[in-house]
């Protein structure tokens, strides 16, 4: 066999190589921005039920301003946030206020029997079971995605054709990370 046989067929299965594993780089990257528009959506479907709530929760508690200045605050911190750290720190921000708007109602009976109130507060736990499952699928396609460019060899292209390692959705606070403690 000739030997330039030999070395065009080497060549070959290198660029075959390559393209492949460009190939499964760009599903994963793809997997992880999906996974974050997941996240964005859910994000967003809150940050659109938080005025209704607010407005209805206001109504039974109009001396409780502090609260709500908060959670509009929060609100506005998410609409702000940018990166994926931004965003994960802005949405620890506005659960933290959100458990307080809650406790909040609490000590409303009616509003707690308050239909919209209700309907809205499941809405609101709905929307936060998304958000979890978003942020789930977030991180476990940027754990994938991390470790396939971190790879040996695919971190060779990885490194060549500037594909680089995301950032995981995190809990900063530590309340968040806390189980809620129960007393009777």
Known sequence: ????????????????????????????????????????????????????????VKGYAKHESEVFERVTAARAGMANASTVGEKAQADNALTGTLKTLFAVAEAYPTLKADANFRELQVELTNTENRVTFARQFYND????????????????????????????????????????????
């Open 1 to 56: 066999m000739n030997p330039l046989w030999i070395v065009a067929i080497i060549v070959g299965l290198i660029v075959i190589y390559v393209i492949a594993v460009y190939n499964r780089l760009v599903v994963q990257r793809n997997r992880v921005d999906n996974g974050w528009a997941q996240i964005d959506t859910q994000l967003q479907r809150r940050f659109d039920l938080i005025p209704n709530l607010v407005e209805t």
């Open 141 to 184: 396609a940027v754990a994938l995605f991390n470790t396939k460019i971190q790879k040996f060899p695919s971190n060779i292209i990885a490194g060549m054709l500037n594909f680089r390692e995301r950032e995981y959705f995190q809990v900063e606070s530590p309340e968040v990370r806390s189980a809620p403690k129960v007393s009777f």
